[in-house]
């Protein structure tokens, strides 16, 4: 048998386990789907098990399998395994059907779990070299077993507050009737964010008060399908406009992540609300405030993404009432 032909039925080999292995592993994640308090109503549900505990597991069980004699270099394998987890997690996805919003947030926690799985697996085979593989196999059960500790673990609840401001070249009267009256807004309005543009939330096409003072309630509007309320509970004419949100029907969830639906088990969008403030030279900073709970073991995490997805929306719609009231100011 030539080189050529011995090489080509080694890279047979080696594909042919690959797929393997992700078959294998897509049946674990399967099998987690299965266990009791692994779902929520949602979809996964978010814990310790499936946002660290999981992934690592897989990580550790990719590295052990694509290099089982620990001969690969220094992050190779754990490289790889945390790579192929990215595909097994859209793979599992879109089969699962969770949400684009859920899959992008999840993707840097996986990533990481896994090359640590992985490099711990790396590590166990310098220190036990002469019974790596069956230290290795060793750390795939473990993190199995710790697999039913993380319903157990009630999750810790943090409030947060992402604000967003614009200077408009018009003064607080001619602002305010937009706060009151936003209408027929268009696709071409606003500005590029990540969250309408990339992970294809709904742009928001119209927030009307109905009534006028304290108890006036605020309906809006995003994209064709989604509607939520905000019933007015401060009201000062041309200085500050505060609401609470409330949510009537699952639109929002529906349309965008079961995970983030506004109301749910691991995030509350709770209150928000407009502040204007005068400047010089007839000039108003316009401030946009939205107040939300998040009940998760990566809290703080969630809260980058706070900032990005809230941010995004709330600059947008901002950028919107400054253009219309700086048109309307002439």
Not at 192 to 213: H, K, N, Y
Request: proline residues 5%.
């Amino acid at each position: 048998m030539s080189e050529i032909q011995q090489r080509g039925k080694a890279w047979i080999w080696v594909g042919a386990r690959l797929l393997l292995i992700l078959v294998a592993v897509w049946l674990l994640v399967a099998l987690f789907y299965a266990l009791p308090g692994s779902r929520s109503a949602g979809g996964l549900a978010v814990g310790l098990s499936s946002l660290f505990i999981l992934p690592f597991c897989l990580g550790a069980i990719l590295a052990f399998a694509v290099d089982p004699g620990g001969q690969g270099g220094r992050f190779g394998p754990a490289t790889l395994a945390a790579a192929l987890l990215l595909v097994i997690l859209a793979i599992a996805g879109a089969f699962f059907r969770e949400g684009l919003i859920c899959m992008v947030m999840l993707a840097p926690l996986w990533w990481g779990s896994a090359w640590l799985g992985g490099s711990t697996v790396r590590a166990l085979h310098r220190r036990f070299r002469e019974r790596a593989r069956l230290h290795a196999a060793g750390l795939i059960v473990l993190p199995f077993a710790l697999l039913l500790l993380g319903p157990l673990a009630a999750n810790p609840t943090h409030h947060f507050e992402v604000r967003r401001s614009v200077v408009i070249e018009a003064g607080a009267e001619r602002i305010w009737p937009h706060l009151l009256a936003l209408d027929d807004l268009s696709e071409a309005e606003g500005v590029w964010t990540i969250a309408q543009d990339v992970l294809r939330i709904p742009r928001p096409r119209s927030a009307l008060v109905v009534g006028e003072g304290v108890g006036a309630v605020r309906l809006a509007r995003w994209g064709e399908q989604i509607g939520f309320e905000e019933h007015v509970t401060g009201w000062s004419q041309n200085r500050h406009l505060a609401w609470r949100f409330v949510f009537p029907d699952d639109s929002i969830a529906r349309h965008t992540d079961a995970h983030i639906g506004p109301d749910s088990e691991y995030l509350g969008i709770e209150t928000g609300g407009y502040t204007l403030t005068p400047l010089a030279d007839g000039r108003t900073r316009l401030t946009l405030t939205t107040r939300y709970r998040a009940s998760s073991p990566a809290n703080h995490y969630s809260a980058v993404w706070g900032e990005i997805i809230l941010g995004g929306i709330q600059r947008n719609i901002l950028t919107v009432v400054a253009d219309r009231s700086e048109a309307e100011a002439g």
